[in-house]
């Protein structure tokens, strides 16, 4: 759905993270279904980047999950708090709707190591007074540079790597591109592509 589509005070990130706040938060009602379920997850997206010290412009809510029990429970327990949810076509993204905010939530069900390392790595957190699991740094950037490996969305994942990057206190940049390199060896058996890891370095330099 197109930002124009939205309620105003969703167009703008302020906004956004306002929304979240309260009771009637979307993260809130979120997060419970996902403990109710006992599934694993961790906040990624757009999102995730705004936790992790960038304010970008996103308008949903994107989580990757292991489902123990299947995504049909966890469809059913969202239903159940707020949330409006189809059945999953894929059996691989569950979407929800949040009724009282129109907040779009999409639930990734991790499929590979790198996906794996996220939510192994996550921590709790706070966004917006609301408890939600966050990505480690180096889980984060992985998510991004695998999804930068898709043409169509290469730019943008690899603007918010920079600004990942850019975040950190500089102490903590190459210590955190020397473990993206040695978790993407370890999850994908390859080196990063070629120049990925020249500019990585490049990107942690900059001050």
């Known amino acids: 759905m197109s930002s124009r589509g939205k309620p105003h005070y969703l167009r703008r ?4 993270a306002r929304a979240y706040s309260g009771p009637a938060s979307p993260l809130r009602a979120l997060e419970l279904a996902l403990a109710d379920t006992d599934t694993p997850h961790v906040l990624i997206g757009g999102l995730a980047v705004v936790a992790g010290g960038y304010d970008r412009h996103t308008d949903d809510i994107d989580v990757l999950v292991a489902p ?18 189809p059945p999953s076509r894929t059996g691989t993204i569950l979407r929800a709707l949040h009724r009282e905010s129109g907040v779009e939530v999409e639930l990734l069900v991790a499929q590979d190591e790198i996906d794996e390392y996220a939510l192994r790595t996550s921590r709790p957190g706070i966004f917006a007074g609301q408890a939600i699991r966050l990505p480690s740094s180096t889980g984060l950037i992985l998510l991004k540079l695998k999804a930068s ?5 290469r730019a943008k994942a690899m603007g918010d790597v920079l600004n990942l990057l850019a975040a950190l206190p500089h102490p903590n940049r190459t210590q955190v591109v ?4 040695i978790q993407w060896a370890a999850c994908t058996g390859r080196d990063l592509p070629p120049g990925w890891l020249e500019t990585l370095s490049l990107l942690s330099a900059i001050s």
């Open 149 to 153: 490996l898709d043409p169509k969305r």
């Open 13 to 16: 990130l302020g906004g956004l």
């Open 68 to 85: 123990q029990h299947g995504l049909e429970r966890l469809r059913m327990r969202l239903n159940g708090s707020g949330f409006r949810s």
């Open 178 to 181: 020397r473990a993206t390199q």
